[in-house]
């Protein structure tokens, strides 16, 4: 018997609660914040609009589905199931942060402060994403129906992946990956970052196949590869969807650059502040990874961290002579559009 399906609601904690946890009470807080030049009433207001936001939607998920509150710092401890609906309230970086964790789960993002985020990835105002749970209850329901009384549905799996059959139009976002030589990998949905922990200079020798010019699209051809000795800032591996954050603060700084789309099964690659050197080189510092590329970097300093999305927290350690392979991710994150 198919599962029932379950709504995951992923949220963090407003800075009024983080000011609470710090300072105890309301007046500490609010003697902090005056001592800034700010107000305890406006931050009040955001964490009202907030939890306002998280309340309707979550009144909005249909009756006959199981449900699950998980806050952001505990989704690593957290089990997402196949038929679980993901739906992320708050930032763009809320997604991202939960994405590692997906494998082809439907995710709503609905932005509580439309206007303060950037919306690349929480696209759907509260109304909207009001409006498609209900979708999804009614084709719940009617699915159901059709199961019992044996029609047309009855075969059909209750894939927790088939946004289409909750009657929800999704997007496919290209992620991430990067893969330690003993069997270690992580995946991102924005980028991922390799290079010193404290980021002081990296040494690793990088090589990489496919397109190797990011401003015309130049292609290597295919099984060709360049390779070269470097000590760098480290490198940065971008999907599309992270072609608006750090990815493309670089790209600005060399002049603009060619960057994938969301969708796009391509990744663009930078290397940070390569120092030329008798023994290093600054040549290869930057390309673009089709479907079939592989970006890899030899360890050659004592240990490099690898981690995804900003959060260094949840990080990969490589040691001297252990190899990083950072390619296009196996999974893709199913954006609900519509």
């Not at 007046?27 to 902090?32: K, L, N, V």
């Not at 919306?119 to 129906?145: C, F, I, K, N, S």
């Not at 909750?166 to 330690?180: I, S």
């Amino acid at each position: 018997m198919p599962l029932q399906r379950r709504a995951v609601v992923v949220h963090r904690r407003t800075e009024l609660d983080e000011l609470l946890d710090r300072h105890a009470t309301r007046g500490q807080a609010e003697f902090f914040l005056r001592s800034r030049g700010r107000t305890l009433a406006a931050v009040q207001e955001r964490h009202d609009t907030v939890s306002a936001a998280r309340a309707r939607v979550t009144a909005a998920i249909p009756e006959d589905w199981r449900r699950a509150d998980v806050e952001r710092a505990d989704l690593g401890r957290f089990l997402v199931a196949p038929e679980d609906v993901v739906i992320v309230v708050g930032q763009d970086g809320l997604v991202a942060n939960v994405a590692k964790y997906l494998t082809d789960q439907p995710v709503l993002g609905a932005d509580p402060e439309p206007g303060t985020n950037a919306g690349a990835l929480v696209r759907l105002d509260v109304p909207t994403a009001v409006g498609l749970l209900q979708r999804a209850g009614r084709a719940t329901r009617a699915e159901t129906a059709s199961r019992e009384t044996g029609g047309r549905g009855a075969g059909r799996p209750d894939d927790g992946a088939a946004g289409h059959a909750l009657g929800l139009r999704t997007e496919d976002l290209t992620t991430v990956r990067a893969c330690l030589d003993d069997g270690q990998f992580l995946t991102a949905l924005n980028e991922v970052f390799v290079g010193h922990p404290s980021h002081q200079s990296a040494r690793y020798r990088i090589a990489a196949d496919g397109p190797v010019d990011a401003t015309a699209g130049q292609r290597a051809s295919r099984g060709s590869v360049r390779n070269e000795r470097q000590s760098s800032s480290g490198v940065i591996v971008a999907t599309g969807a992270g072609a608006t954050g750090w990815c493309a603060s670089i790209a600005r700084e060399r002049g603009g650059r060619r960057l994938p789309g969301p969708t796009d099964p391509a990744l663009a690659w930078f290397v940070r502040e390569a120092w030329p050197s008798p023994a290093t080189g600054a040549d290869l510092t930057e390309g673009v990874l089709d479907a079939g590329g592989e970006l890899r970097l030899t360890v050659e300093s004592d240990q490099l961290v690898v981690f995804g999305d900003g959060v260094e927290s949840d990080r990969l350690v490589a040691s001297w002579g252990q190899e990083v392979t950072v390619r296009v991710g196996e999974n893709r994150l199913r954006l609900v559009v519509g």
